[in-house]
């Protein structure tokens, strides 16, 4: 009897012990911290890195040393410095009011970047104490600023990278190697709500507000919802940002400036394949007529199968193709009745005229509710 109860006494033993390294094997589950509980922590930490670091060096090529101001010393502060006046953008992201400080080394002399759309940059990450965690080695990498897409990068470049232009190539080296000058050029100092927050990696630990310095060499329009208009065409607004406001957590109560969305269905137009909410498709509305592509009547109308935002002129760096589209998406039409002698209708339309193709601000068909007709 007591040989057994010995045995029952290590069995239940080994099984506490047993489960107690489960236990400790097993991850544990610790829920987020508050989005505007933990932004307040951070933005406390930034500013005092801004107010105890100061700038070194900028390079000819606008590559920019940042070191803290040593006891007693006599550096002026990012904060109160001059020569690169701190900026800062507001941005709503997971129902806080974020302002994020950034400094202008160069605003380059191209296109802006769309928060949707691939650019190619170099870049150099750093935690506030100054320890590099990631770098492009001053070369040029393609990176998608949209949010949603799998390959996207952290929110806080979305919001920045726009207020940049791209450069202008050189001529390419011997080994095809294609270099940029007047680029953009910049610094963003990001709270961690708008990078990994409490995801972290082995060199970021969780909630870390990041240092990037960076130089927008190049970018890439997209077209997210494939209806044939480029993102950049549908930032109704034209303030150089669209959202997918459908991620009511993210977004909760966004304000009216951040929705690009044409017939107010909530979807977004640059995510949105029927824009006007006519029942017809952005896609058909502004493709070609089969018979007005290529070469018509000794008149070139461009390759492509749908009509540009605006006429293209053709593409100098590309001589064996020529891109030239001399027709934009069209408005409704203007010129004469098929049948002068009917309304018009679905079956007695309006012709085009050249106007209807290239008038400035005119409303695109995609857009215009009252065409093509409305179905019944």
Known sequence: MNKFKYYFVLL???????SCNKDKDEPEQVPLRDYKVQYAADKDSIVKYLKTNYIKEVTANFDITIEKIPAGGTQVSIWDQTTYPLQ???????????????????????????NS?????????TLLNGTQFDSSYGLGRSFELYMNSSQAVIDGWGEIFPQFKTGTPNAAGPDGTITYKDYGAGVMFLPSGLAYYGGGTDNIPA?????????????????????????????????????????TTKFPTPPATMKDDTDGDGIADFVDTDDDGDG?????????????????????????????????ADNPNTPNTDETEPRGIPRRPTGA???????????????????????AGRLRIHLDKTYPFPRK
């Open 280 to 312: 017809f498709s952005t896609y058909y509305e502004v493709t070609k007529p089969t018979n007005q592509v290529g070469w018509v009547d000794g008149v070139f109308n461009g390759l492509s199968t749908y009509y540009p935002w605006d006429p293209v």
């Open 337 to 359: 009745l098929a049948n002068p002698a009917l309304p018009e209708s679905i079956t007695n339309p309006k012709s085009y005229v050249p106007a209807d193709y290239t008038a």
């Open 117 to 125: 759309d691939r650019i190619n940059a170099s870049y150099r990450g």
């Open 207 to 247: 909630y870390s507000p990041l240092v990037f310095s960076f130089k927008l060499f190049d970018l890439q329009r997209l077209d997210h919802d494939g209806d044939g208009v480029l993102d950049v065409n549908e930032d109704i607004n034209g303030d150089g940002y669209v959202y997918d406001l459908r991620n």
């Open 88 to 114: 800062i953008r507001k941005v709503y992201n997971n129902d806080v009011d974020y302002e994020v400080y950034y400094l202008i080394l160069n605003k380059g002399v191209g296109q802006s970047p769309l």
């Open 12 to 18: 239940i033993a080994s099984i506490t012990i047993i």
